[in-house]
């Protein structure tokens, strides 16, 4: 018969305890720590060539127009028209003059 490591399979790594003393002082579990992040890093063949338009500027171009938009029509209603400027005439009634009136404006009836 074989070996036993031969037929026995290699725990796996899920299965065994947490954490071992052998993770923190093995300097080759390191190595592989530091080699897988390594391989699950981008490199610059695996990104691709040019970000999706609709997914990056799209949307900050429509929110320009909508602002672009919503202050020209802002500035539309607040320019004045003609009938802001006309003041109404004031109608002229007799006999409202208040009582002493010449007196205070310095004028002398001639009677």
Request: glycine fraction near 6%; aromatic fraction near 8%; charge should be positive.
């Amino acid at each position: 018969m074989s070996k036993r490591k031969d037929v026995v399979p290699p725990e796996p790594r899920a299965e065994r305890a947490w954490t071992r003393v052998e993770d923190y002082t093995d300097p080759r579990a390191s190595f592989r720590r530091y080699a897988s992040r390594a391989r699950r890093r981008v490199t610059p063949g695996r990104e691709p060539a040019a970000p999706r338009f609709s997914l990056g500027t799209l949307p900050f171009v429509v929110l320009i127009v909508l602002l672009a938009v919503l202050a020209v029509g802002i500035f539309v209603s607040a320019i004045p028209t003609r009938e802001t400027f006309r003041a109404p005439e004031p109608r002229r009634e007799q006999g409202t003059a208040p009582p002493g009136w010449l007196r205070r404006a310095g004028i002398t009836p001639d009677r």
